[in-house]
């Protein structure tokens, strides 16, 4: 009598087969998370260096505190937002810091007048 079904066997060799492939794709699904989170710092720091400019023209030079910019920074968000001025209020720098993976390092972005977006600390796993 020939029985129907799935052996102890091949159910443990499934099970290996998805253990290993999920544990390939975890890391980069992680990378990825880590990647969008980023997005958010980018996104403000560009708004900023834009009512930088707006500040600048309209009152001859750049402004310290972002609470006078004329933009929103979601009481929710992941990353710490600042600014400062230099050269007598002819330059500006912002910056975006924050630990977006749970390790001890942290991501930071940086934009200045000039339009420069930098990123010196990435915090994105490798």
């Known amino acids: 009598m020939v029985q129907a079904g799935l052996s102890l066997i091949e159910i443990m060799i499934t099970l290996v087969i998805v253990a290993v492939i999920a544990g390939l794709a975890y890391p980069r699904y992680q990378k990825m998370v880590s990647r969008s989170k980023q ?3 980018k996104t403000i720091l560009q708004a900023i260096y834009v009512a930088q400019d707006l500040y600048k023209t309209a009152n001859g030079m750049y402004c310290d505190n ?3 910019l004329d933009i929103q920074i979601p009481p929710d968000a992941k990353y710490t937002y600042s600014s400062k001025t ?3 209020g ?3 720098t912002a910056k975006a810091v924050a ?3 749970s390790d ?3 991501d930071e972005w940086q934009i200045d007048h000039n339009h420069q977006l930098v990123n010196p600390v990435n915090d994105v796993i490798e």
């Open 39 to 41: 997005t958010e710092a």
């Open 66 to 68: 972002l609470e006078m």
């Open 86 to 88: 230099g050269d007598q």
């Open 90 to 92: 002819n330059s500006f």
């Open 99 to 101: 630990n977006i993976d």
């Open 104 to 106: 001890p390092v942290l």
